[in-house]
């Protein structure tokens, strides 16, 4: 059976179930004959459930009461029942159920009614203070630090997750949806293909030419011709002196 079902199953049996008049094991006889599909594993669950609410009654009231009083004012009151059995389950079966298979119990449920009470439940500071006091005047300290604290406290990190993801849940819930806009899709003109004109190459510059190179580049210049005259003069005057 699914996990929703399951869950209705057991509210329904402690609907208008009245310990002082009518016996548990009664009631929870009358609710497994109604269900005779029950598998072995869900029938299992259902008598854990019934059982475990109709023990804490007081205890789970107290905690529903408190959540209506400071989170849930706006919440319908007939799901009391359902937060019941979420508190019997996080406060007394959280370690022996698995946090995987409560998430699974959770997401069955309405984002809104999960995101509340696990956010109230969850609370470090009101779990330590008024709500712990209040559930010290039910049960012994002890056997509150003992056996109902740890299935809260083990478990914060993995709650304060599934808490962030039913709050992002939410908030994409409540952002309105935006028209998409898109362009429709038209159907093809299909027409003769214009040959492309293969373009011009570009015309190249024209050089302006160039001026002839001088003769004067391939001569030794003026200067060093009228001195290289002088040097072989001096020359021919200096061979010609021991000859006088």
Same mark, same amino acid.
């Given at each position: 059976?699914?996990?929703? $079902?399951?869950?209705?199953?057991?509210?329904? &049996?402690?609907?208008?179930? +009245?310990?002082?008049?009518?016996?548990?094991?009664?009631?929870?006889?009358?609710?497994? %004959?109604?269900?005779?599909?029950?598998?072995?594993?869900?029938?299992?669950?259902?008598?854990?459930? /019934?059982? &475990?609410?109709?023990?804490?009654?007081?205890?789970?009231? #107290?905690?529903?009461?408190? /959540?209506?009083?400071?989170? &849930?004012?706006?919440?319908?009151?007939?799901?009391?029942?359902?937060?019941?059995?979420?508190?019997?389950?996080?406060?007394?079966?959280?370690? +022996?159920? &698995?946090?995987?298979?409560? !998430?699974?119990?959770?997401?069955?449920?309405?984002?809104?009614?999960?995101?509340?009470?696990?956010?109230?439940?969850?609370?470090?500071?009101?779990?330590?203070?008024?709500?712990?006091?209040?559930?010290? @005047?039910?049960? +012994?300290?002890?056997?509150? !630090? +003992?056996?109902?604290?740890?299935?809260?406290? @083990?478990?914060?990190? @993995?709650?304060?997750?599934?808490?962030?993801?039913? @709050?992002?849940?939410?908030?994409?819930?409540?952002?309105?949806?935006? !028209?998409?806009?898109?362009?429709?899709?038209?159907?093809?003109?299909?027409?003769? #293909?214009?040959?492309?004109?293969?373009?011009?190459?570009?015309?190249?510059?024209?050089?302006?030419?160039?001026?002839?190179?001088?003769? $004067?580049?391939?001569?030794?210049?003026?200067? %060093?011709? !009228?001195?290289?005259?002088?040097?072989?003069?001096?020359?021919?005057?200096?061979?010609?002196?021991?000859?006088?």
């Amino acid at each position: 059976m699914d996990f929703t $079902s399951l869950i209705d199953v057991c509210i329904k &049996g402690l609907k208008g179930f +009245d310990a002082e008049t009518q016996a548990a094991d009664i009631r929870l006889q009358d609710i497994l %004959e109604s269900n005779p599909h029950l598998e072995d594993s869900d029938e299992n669950f259902v008598v854990e459930v /019934f059982s &475990g609410c109709v023990r804490h009654h007081a205890l789970l009231v #107290v905690t529903v009461e408190n /959540f209506y009083l400071d989170e &849930g004012k706006k919440m319908l009151r007939k799901d009391s029942i359902l937060y019941r059995i979420f508190s019997y389950l996080i406060l007394f079966r959280l370690d +022996d159920l &698995g946090f995987q298979n409560f !998430e699974s119990f959770v997401a069955q449920q309405d984002n809104l009614k999960m995101y509340l009470f696990l956010k109230y439940l969850f609370d470090l500071p009101k779990l330590q203070s008024w709500l712990k006091t209040k559930w010290c @005047n039910i049960y +012994d300290s002890k056997y509150v !630090e +003992d056996s109902i604290l740890p299935n809260l406290l @083990n478990n914060m990190e @993995n709650a304060e997750k599934l808490i962030s993801q039913l @709050n992002d849940k939410l908030q994409n819930k409540a952002q309105p949806k935006k !028209e998409s806009t898109f362009t429709r899709p038209r159907p093809f003109k299909l027409t003769e #293909v214009k040959p492309r004109s293969v373009p011009l190459p570009e015309p190249i510059p024209k050089v302006k030419p160039t001026n002839p190179i001088p003769s $004067s580049t391939y001569k030794s210049p003026r200067e %060093e011709m !009228e001195l290289a005259k002088k040097e072989k003069s001096t020359d021919c005057d200096s061979a010609l002196i021991p000859l006088l």
